[in-house]
Antibody
Framework: QVQLVESGGGVVQPGRSLRLSCAAS????????MHWVRQAPGKGLEWVAV????????YYADPVKGRFIISRDNSKNTLYLQIDRLRDEDTAVYYC???????????WGRGTMVTVSS | EIVMTQSPATLSVSPGERATLSCRAS??????LAWYQQKPGQAPRLLIY???TRATGIPVRFSGSGSGTEFTLTISSLQSEDFAIYYC???????????FGGGTKVEIK
């Protein structure tokens, strides 16, 4: 069964860091570009970042550039998102999603909640 | 940034009726548009890509149309499981700057 499972969310103080993980099963992560998408409470979807199948190319949305780092370990079938200098506006459910190329999200995880609060 | 605008924000429809959802892009995205369905507490699900191609396993009652700046998602006969929020998403930029519309909530009338 093709599945993505996120973990690593929680309540974090502003200015701190957090690393999210996304474990893939049922398919070879190494064959796909992978994305992170977030959704603030009661709000719409916001694309965050994408990484190429081999990890060599990464692109970020402007609001997170310089603070977020997307990475992957294909040997562990796992995707990561390092979030530094957390801000209140980073509070959201973070989804990992498999890319049909860089364009479309064809498989989604169930998400992990990040709450930034002092 | 390409801004995606969806209308209406909420659509009240009776089961069995047709639902028509609109999505407008601030500039042409050709046919590089996808639609997703999201139910409460769940992850989104891909319905349509390339403006009109149904994703794997998506029922034929879902259809997409349009190109350039104007797009439509039609649900021909609403089933109880179709009441959800629908998002459009463009993927016409390089490097990627993927953007979503604000969503249309389809609710039971």
């Amino acid at each position: 069964q093709v599945q993505l499972v996120e973990s690593g969310g929680g309540v974090v103080q502003p200015g701190r860091s957090l690393r999210l993980s996304c474990a893939a099963s049922g398919f070879a992560l190494s064959n796909y570009a992978m994305h992170w998408v977030r959704q603030a409470p009661g709000k719409g979807l916001e694309w965050v970042a994408v990484i190429s199948y081999d990890g060599k190319t990464r692109y970020y949305a402007d609001p997170v550039k310089g603070r977020f780092i997307i990475s992957r370990d294909n040997s562990k079938n796992t995707l990561y998102l390092q979030i530094d200098r957390l801000r209140d506006e980073d509070t959201a459910v973070y989804y990992c999603a498999r890319g049909d190329g860089y364009d479309v999200f064809d498989i989604w995880g169930r998400g992990t909640m990040v709450t930034v609060s002092s | 940034e390409i801004v995606m605008t969806q209308s209406p924000a909420t659509l009240s429809v009776s089961p069995g009726e047709r639902a028509t959802l609109s999505c407008r892009a601030s500039q042409s995205v050709s046919s590089n548009l996808a639609w997703y369905q999201q139910k409460p507490g769940q992850a989104p699900r891909l319905l349509i890509y390339g403006a009109s191609t149904r994703a794997t396993g998506i029922p034929v009652r879902f259809s997409g149309s349009g190109s350039g700046t104007e797009f439509t998602l039609t649900i021909s006969s609403l089933q109880s499981e179709d009441f959800a929020i629908y998002y459009c998403q463009q993927y016409n930029n390089w490097p990627p700057r993927l953007t979503f519309g604000g969503g249309t909530k389809v609710e039971i009338k």
